[in-house]
């Protein structure tokens, strides 16, 4: 009988309640993307002159209104985002690759009101950013908070935010299979089969709250897309080449203007406003690149951009969507990756006109491609591409083209970069990820949780002799050697006493010493100088390099201040424990 219950409430704990949370995260965060829609329209509506399009408002507006609302905008966000809550920074989903990794998925509180107000803020002022990456950071801090709230391990909060992620996702564009392969492509990095139901049904929760709050809705409107001729597939082949280098373009300029800011030496808390500068000129010349740019994306998917048109489109939407986020703006790639993806599709569908008018390519055929080719490119997620284009259309002749354009613009962008735009922000930031949770979870941890503050700690001017018989009474093997001012000098070992009568020491100053030359040595005489150390607030995964490359057994832990201050010792015997523990658990 006990046997029963007990078998019960472990089906409820690791069954019934994941799926429970799953639920209402994707409640919540399908109302999150809804509401934040909601705000951008409205403060549109609220800055601009009435337009029943966003280009046409930013159109009609005042000269002078057109360049100075961007940067108003920015120069407000500078502040929040530098002092407040420096997470807004950015696209957002590293920032929710960097809680998974190194936190464990905590994100502060804060995060879900600020992300969704500035963001909103600068996306109705015409920020060039998109609106998905925001939505995913917003529902994966109400996932992490709801955890947090009911004092939920990691297992779950890690869970919690990929399910906020992709609930987030599918309740913006109400497609759940695109929300579902963001966050396991994109966000776990290994594919754990108990983790995707939970992760599925948050997905199909958002995408019916966002369908119940507004109703079904198209993010594009698709014509029906049709294979005209086999061969075409080459073309596609040829686009996804193509779309390699704009994604390795859109990488770099986006990683690199923040070098350049930092050169000049801006204050970080006006950067924000550099971007705002080049949304303003963008609205004042260009204003089809302000905002998300979806109108402009309907008229590439319909065949009503010109070649020249698209080319001018494609290479201003990078530029300034560049700025914006490399300038320090809150807002997404994946939106500024489908509309350069539509006009390079558009061009490529026009000269495929000109050079084989009789099969009569459709640009807008080519649009639709080169939108799934470009987040491919970007993100690095083929899968997350192909799907989400396919959630558009639901037909399924797009579904070869797509792989046939997809996966091309992926190998560029591995061949010569290796990273999504991402992954390249962590970098910058000195974060590498790996696929497999193993190394990143050891970041999760510090050395200072896991080292011992008992120690014993030896004069350097201590006798040899007096050593063994300290070393004969402690249950320690290994001794810390102070100098006169109480800093580190150097480690004594059990073996390296042992080696000084055998002659078989490595690395400290003394030779073979038998007998009556043994009274006349000191501490400093048989320690090893110079030992290999670790500070408090490096991770796990540093304590594993070191012990790996050096093979020893224990370390100093220092302090970060001071690199000669011992604060404790990290076994590394204690290191393989929690190993074992954390992360093979």
């Not at 809705?217 to 040829?238: K, S, T």
């Not at 290479?315 to 490399?326: D, Q, W």
């Not at 991770?539 to 070191?546: I, K, N, P, V």
Request: aromatic share 8%; charged share 15%; net charge positive.
């Amino acid at each position: 009988m006990r046997a029963k219950v007990r078998q019960q409430e472990h089906y409820i704990r690791d069954t019934l309640f994941p799926i429970v949370v799953a639920l209402v995260i994707g409640i919540l965060a399908g109302v999150g993307a809804v509401v934040f829609r909601f705000l951008i329209e409205a403060g549109q509506d609220l800055i601009w002159k009435a337009g029943d399009t966003f280009t046409r408002q930013v159109h009609s507006t005042p000269l002078p209104w057109k360049f100075l609302i961007p940067v108003i905008a920015g120069l407000a966000a500078g502040p929040v985002i530098t002092y407040i809550a420096p997470e807004l920074k950015g696209p957002g989903v590293p920032e929710v690759m960097r809680a998974l990794a190194l936190r464990a998925g905590r994100i502060r509180h804060r995060v879900t009101a600020l992300k969704t107000f500035v963001t909103a803020m600068l996306l109705s002022a015409g920020a060039s950013v998109g609106r998905e990456g925001p939505i995913v950071q917003i529902g994966a801090s109400i996932g992490s908070s709801i955890t947090q709230l009911l004092n939920l391990d990691h297992r779950y909060r890690r869970l919690a935010v990929s399910c906020g992620a992709a609930a987030g996702i599918a309740a913006t564009f109400q497609a759940p299979m695109a929300g579902t392969l963001f966050a396991v492509e994109i966000l776990l990095f290994d594919l754990e089969v108990a983790s995707l139901s939970n992760i599925v049904i948050a997905a199909i929760t958002g995408t019916v709250t966002s369908k119940l709050l507004v109703g079904n809705f198209h993010v594009f409107n698709v014509e029906c897309f049709r294979l005209i001729h086999p061969a075409e597939l080459i073309l596609y082949f040829l686009l996804g080449i193509f779309a390699g280098f704009i994604s390795l373009a859109m990488i770099h300029m986006v990683s690199g203007i923040p070098q350049i800011l930092k050169k000049i030496r801006i204050p970080a808390v006006v950067h924000p406003a550099f971007g705002g500068i080049a949304a303003g000129l963008a609205a004042i010349f260009i204003p089809q690149v302000t905002g998300v740019g979806y109108d402009s994306v309907h008229a590439a998917l319909s065949g009503n951009i010109a070649l020249k048109s698209a080319l001018v489109l494609l290479a201003a939407k990078i530029i300034v969507t560049s700025c914006c986020l490399g300038s320090g703006m809150s807002g997404g790639i994946f939106a500024p990756s489908l509309f350069a993806g539509a006009m390079l599709g558009c061009a490529a569908g026009h000269i495929a006109e000109i050079f084989w008018p009789v099969q009569a390519c459709a640009p807008a055929n080519y649009a639709l491609i080169g939108m799934g080719a470009l987040v491919s490119g970007t993100t690095l997620a083929p899968i997350t591409a192909i799907m989400t284009i396919f959630e558009f259309t639901y037909t399924y002749q797009v579904i070869l083209p797509l792989m046939a354009a997809c996966i091309p613009a992926l190998l560029v962008v591995k061949l010569f970069h290796g990273h999504s735009i991402y992954e390249t922000k962590l970098l910058k930031e000195g974060i590498t990820l790996y696929r497999g949770h193993g190394v990143n979870r050891l970041r999760e941890f510090l050395v200072k949780q896991l080292m011992t503050t008992n120690f014993e700690t030896v004069h350097i001017d201590t006798p040899a002799t007096e050593v063994a018989a300290i070393m004969k009474k402690s249950h320690y093997p290994h001794f810390v050697v102070a100098d006169n001012r109480g800093n580190l000098a150097g480690m004594l070992t059990l073996r390296d006493m042992v080696g000084l009568i055998t002659g078989d020491q490595e690395g400290s100053q003394a030779e073979t010493h038998v007998g009556s030359e043994i009274r006349k040595l000191k501490a400093s005489d048989i320690m090893t100088p110079e030992p290999v150390t670790v500070r408090e607030s490096d991770s796990l995964e540093t304590a594993f390099h070191l012990f790996a490359r050096h093979h020893i057994s224990s370390m100093p832990v220092v302090d970060d201040n001071n690199n000669r201050k011992v604060k404790g010792l990290i076994k590394k015997a204690e290191l393989l424990n929690a190993y074992d523990e954390h992360i093979l658990d």
